[in-house]
């Protein structure tokens, strides 16, 4: 099971301190995420596959130009290559198919002709080509479980009025997922991205933790040990600038 470091792949931090504009490479990247967890989702995958699937695709172009290859094509190679790590099976004719209908709504199912076999053949290929430029080390570490851990310890900490009223977990979740859109999986740990939307999800709905002030150290660092503020800050900051292309992006 890989951990990937922050300093695997560059990213938003080199953008700090500056007037934050998406890279061109940024935008495609955002698309072609989006692409993979909607198509994921149409095709019945489960949180964790559809995450695999976009860190394979992130962690892909952190090692090649994305002017090199077609970045959809990749896109559903990552899907089908998820597929196998997470051990949820996708057939390559689903894929084609639920892409096929992605670019082009209301269209019929891909009849089985010289066409389709073409691109079933480029995504088994371009598969392999994937494998090869990550070095087959494609079983990763997400910050999903941690997350589930976190919110039940949370859980038991707040008051059930300050729980029930706010959709804390929803949002948490919901964080987690949006930050697949960038390549957060890959310059963060994954238990550090788990405390972090989580204190994001606090912050948005202003809800405090019992006795934080009194306590020795901040309830975050209970979560994670070597977690400080900063690595905090820098994920929520990454988090912000996905959400701000969203804006950008049709």
Not at 51 to 64: D, L, N, P
Not at 78 to 85: F, W
């Amino acid at each position: 099971m890989e951990t990937v470091g922050q300093d695997s792949c560059g990213g938003a931090d080199a953008a700090r301190g500056t007037e934050w504009r998406p890279a061109p490479e940024a935008r495609v990247h955002f698309r072609v995420t989006r692409f993979i967890m909607e198509a994921g989702v149409k095709l019945g995958m489960q949180s964790i596959p559809i995450a695999t699937a976009c860190t394979i695709y992130h962690k892909f172009f952190c090692e090649i130009s994305v002017d090199a290859y077609d970045p959809y094509l990749v896109a559903m190679s990552s899907l089908y290559l998820a597929g196998k790590v997470e051990e949820q099976h996708l057939r390559t004719r689903d894929i084609i198919n639920v892409s096929n209908r992605y670019f082009h709504p209301g269209s019929e199912t891909l009849e089985l002709d010289s066409h389709f076999w073409a691109l079933r053949d480029s995504i088994v290929q371009c598969e392999l080509l994937v494998l090869r430029v990550l070095r087959f080390q494609v079983s990763f570490q997400h910050p999903h479980q941690y997350l589930l851990h976190y919110l039940i310890s949370l859980k038991n900490w707040l008051n059930r009025y300050s729980w029930q009223r706010t959709p804390i977990s929803i949002t948490a979740w919901a964080l987690l997922r949006d930050s697949y859109h960038g390549g957060l999986c890959l310059r963060f740990r994954a238990q550090h991205i788990a405390v972090a939307v989580l204190h994001l999800a606090l912050q948005a709905y202003g809800v405090e933790v019992p006795a934080e002030a009194e306590a020795e150290k901040p309830w975050w660092q209970v979560f994670s040990d070597d977690l400080t503020k900063p690595i905090i800050d820098n994920i929520v900051s990454d988090l912000i600038q996905i959400y701000t292309m969203d804006t950008e992006i049709p």
